[in-house]
């Protein structure tokens, strides 16, 4: 497989997913242009067949503001259940350094075609403050 994404974006940490003899591929578009895309980072889809002709489906998970969790949308997977479809994706913000807050959180998105997602605001899974490590390595 290989595919790389327009302009200066790499495609990063892909998740896959398949159904109905075709790849739903998942990836982190990592924009690399911080002065013209801001920070943070989207899930993106891409789908094929045959993984050598992908069509793009543009963003599938927007990235979050400055203030909220998932500034940056990490890895993750996408499972169906029940008709619809789960993405347990890790929302990273390394702004979020302060007594009570952690830099890396599990949150849920929802779908019922894998390509319209909703973020559940109410699924929130994170580390106790001691378990994460924010002294600079």
């Excluded at 807050?101 to 019922?112: D, I």
Aim: charged share 25%; hydrophobic share 35%; proline share 5%.
């Amino acid at each position: 497989m290989f595919y790389r994404p327009e302009g200066k974006a790499v495609l990063a940490d892909v998740v896959p997913y398949f159904e109905d003899g075709e790849f739903k591929l998942f990836y982190l578009k990592d924009y690399r242009d911080k002065a013209d895309k801001g920070e943070g980072c989207p899930w993106y889809l891409i789908t094929a067949k045959d993984m050598v002709n992908f069509i793009e489906h543009g963003p599938a998970i927007l990235r979050g503001r400055p203030d909220e969790q998932d500034l940056y949308i990490f890895t993750g997977c996408c499972v169906k259940f029940g008709g619809e479809y789960y993405i347990f994706y890790t929302g990273y913000n390394p702004h979020f350094t302060g007594p009570g807050e952690t830099t890396q959180k599990v949150l849920l998105a929802q779908s019922k075609d894998l390509v319209h997602w909703e973020k559940q605001k109410g699924f929130v899974f994170g580390l106790s403050d001691f378990l994460e490590n924010k002294k600079a390595v």
